[in-house]
Nanobody, 117 residues
Framework: QVQLVESGGGLVQPGGSLRLSCASS????????MNWYRQVPGKERELVAG????????NYLDSVKGRFSISRDNADNTVYLQMNSLKPEDTAVYYC??????????WGKGTLVTVSA
């Protein structure tokens, strides 16, 4: 059974930082591209950051470039999203996604990030 479990969300003030984690089980983690998405009620889920299987390449949503950093530990089957200089518009539910080369997708249940004074 595949499980992706996000953690690290919470309430933070503007300008603050959070580190999200996504622990995986039931998949060969190193074979999957890993992504972080986010979704606000009433809007489509958007890709925030992605990292290749070996971690050598990353990509980011334009609005988070320079503030967010995605990384992975293939030995620990975990992907991270370091979020700095958080803004109120970063408020969303953040989802971990694992995507195989055959484009099979698995999703976590999400973790809520709220940026507010």
């Amino acid at each position: 059974q595949v499980q992706l479990v996000e953690s690290g969300g919470g309430l933070v003030q503007p300008g603050g930082s959070l580190r999200l984690s996504c622990a995986s089980s039931g998949i060969t983690f190193s074979r999957y591209m890993m992504n972080w998405y986010r979704q606000v009620p009433g809007k489509e889920r958007e890709l925030v950051a992605g990292i290749t299987r070996t971690g050598t390449s990353t990509n980011y949503l334009d609005s988070v470039k320079g503030r967010f950093s995605i990384s992975r530990d293939n030995a620990d089957n975990t992907v991270y999203l370091q979020m700095n200089s958080l803004k109120p518009e970063d408020t969303a539910v953040y989802y971990c996604n694992a995507r195989s080369p055959a484009l099979v997708n698995y999703w976590g249940k999400g973790t809520l990030v709220t940026v507010s004074a």
